[in-house]
């Protein structure tokens, strides 16, 4: 009796430290999954592979932009600017790569870009396009962009802009609601000064990544392209909540604007 009383106690513990059958092979596949997500991750924090990605995603993109010929629907950026310089050029998440060589050449430009690992190769395509970087979250908060940066990254900017250095920004917040103008963008504005244009570029061949957030567009070679500018939007530096918002939205509306009309401007054939 009591010999029998072990042996249900053994295969009532064995019950409970055994992994069940069918969990074992899903906690191996989970293990799995991690591993190979950290050896990925390892692999893009190397100097090797970020010089090397960089280098080929600044080719390809320059590569793009010179075999899309201007179908002459494009805003001449010294004519709306006479006078105006510098600035602060907004544009929306996804919808930014080619604007790096639509800049023109005789203007220093520098961009905000994440200061996570996984923006580092951007930070270096962005840098071989003969832009400027400086890290940092600029499109929250200020109260919540303070642990990423933001903060010192406003100043730094604001401090670019007296160097006479335009700012690229983009002006919605990664992973959060997509084309709406964060509050970072119309904070530097007030801070500085200097007027906000908003900036859109469209290709008449692309490919629109319908599962982003952002419907990043992926713009191909061998079409059309134009590069619309809205007219500059200033910001008082006396500006309070209400009116910052209100700047917000204008920025939004006219940057939803011109992405309309860059977008209208090369399906049109020539």
């Known amino acids: 009796m009591m010999k029998a009383n072990q042996r249900h106690k053994t295969l009532a513990k064995d019950k409970m430290t055994k992994p069940d059958a069918d969990i074992a092979p899903r906690l191996e596949r989970l293990g799995g999954k991690m591993n190979r997500r950290r050896l990925s991750k390892r692999l893009l924090q190397s100097e090797l592979i970020q010089n090397a990605g960089s280098a080929l995603i600044g080719w390809t993109l320059a590569t793009i932009w010179r075999n899309n010929r201007d179908n002459g629907t494009s805003t001449d950026w010294e004519m709306l600017l006479d006078g105006k310089w510098p600035a602060i050029f907004a544009l929306w998440h996804g919808q930014h790569l080619l604007v790096p060589y639509a800049a023109p050449r005789d203007r220093r430009f520098v961009s905000l870009v994440s200061r996570s690992t996984d923006a580092e190769i951007n930070a270096r395509v962005l840098e071989r396009a003969g832009i400027e970087v400086i890290r940092g979250s600029g499109g929250r908060e200020p109260q919540m962009a303070a642990g990423k940066g933001g903060v010192k990254a406003l100043i730094a900017m604001r401090n670019a802009l007296k160097r006479n250095v335009n700012v690229v920004m983009i002006a919605d917040i990664s992973k959060g609601e ?34 982003t957030w952002d419907k990043t567009t992926i713009n191909l070679p061998f079409g059309r392209r134009s590069v619309r500018l809205a007219q500059p939007i200033l910001v008082s530096r006396h500006a309070d909540e209400a009116e910052l918002a209100a700047a917000r939205a204008k920025v939004t509306m006219e940057l939803n604007r011109v992405t309309e009309e860059a977008m209208r401007a090369v399906e049109v054939q020539a």
Request: hydrophobic share 45%; net charge positive; proline share 6%.
């Open 178 to 211: 997509a084309r709406q103008a964060g509050e970072g963008i119309v904070t530097l504005a007030k801070i500085s000064g200097r007027p906000i244009v908003p900036v859109a570029l469209a290709t008449s061949r692309r490919h629109v990544m319908q599962t």
